[in-house]
């Protein structure tokens, strides 16, 4: 039988005839398509300021200095992410304070949030955990009445709404990805969606080492800008993606659906949030009754894995790994992450999967949970 990954990017012909013109067209790096792919984003984004950048950690880089977070600042996220989200804090020289996730959202709890603010705490750093939003009329009215800048690591949720608006469609300062694994991709790839004309203008000198051309053929440097532009290369696969970003998601949460229909509800497995209004089904994530079975994650996967069938993790809490066990994190400081950062495996889903790819896929675990039972 075919090996079913977990996840797989659907790329037309079109679009690879695309790339190819853009291959032999003389300029490969940041030009036209990247022009017309941030027209094509910000139009999408109900207008807003959309600046293409070569992965989401970079837009959340520069989005952490358009916010003027420094050095000694404290910036407050959820354990339970791609580690990218806490590392650019570190990065800029601020601390990552961590505030424990919903136990069914698996997003960052927002009534716990205010409970962690500090006079050093300059921003709000939220993730969509598989697409699912975190809820923003909450978010904005305590960003709004303390004073905080948000900025929304949305690098899983282009597609996902809230309350009929898209998600990048307003808000602060929100980054999406387009690694190759999200619903959209340009191989590597994201971008930075903003209002405000200066912030706007710094995004795009700190984009690219921070030069501004001059009308008299010259140039100057303010800032000590990084290379985060994107390749015309990546911006053609953008392009031919956007396309699709409707279908994909239209076919994303008709497998999730299929998934809830055919997993075997007994097997102890606990499923995510059945949100088929604003999830975009970045992922379908289960939780493995661990301590009922003989084997651990890693048996379950290599047991997924021998029936040909992909299973990612996503993710171990953050604050159990070393470097931010040495800000002084330990475990059991945030039971809720620990516990499904501990359990959690990722089931195939992709817009190219077909709906008996699900029934397989449930079999599976249904199976492999049942032959190893304590
Ligand atoms: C993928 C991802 C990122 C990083 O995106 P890149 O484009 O790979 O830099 C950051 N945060 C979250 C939550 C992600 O899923």
Redesign the pocket.
Known sequence: MDYLPFTRPSIDEETIAGVADVLRSGWITSGPCVRQLEQELSQYFGGREVRA????????EIALSVAGVQPGDEVITTPL??V??AN?VLRAGAKPVFVDVDADTRNIDLERIEGAITGRTRALLP???AGLPVDRDRLYEVARRRGLRVIE????SMGATWGGRRIGSFGDLV?I???A??NITSG???CLVLTDAAETDLCTRLRLQGVVRLPDGNQEVEVAGGKHNLTDIAARIGLGQMKYLETFTERRRLLARRYFERFDTDSGCVLPVADFANCNW?MFQVLLPLARMRIDRGGFIQAMHQRGIGVGV??PAMHLFGLYRKLGYNPGDFPQAERIGGTTVTLPLFPGMADADVDRVCAAVTEIIRDNKQ
């Open positions: 950048m070569s992965s989401a950690t970079g837009a959340l992410s791609w990218a989200t650019v993730v969509d955990m690591d949305a690098a899983q980054a990805s387009f690694h694994n999200k590597e790839g994201g970045h996503h993710y």
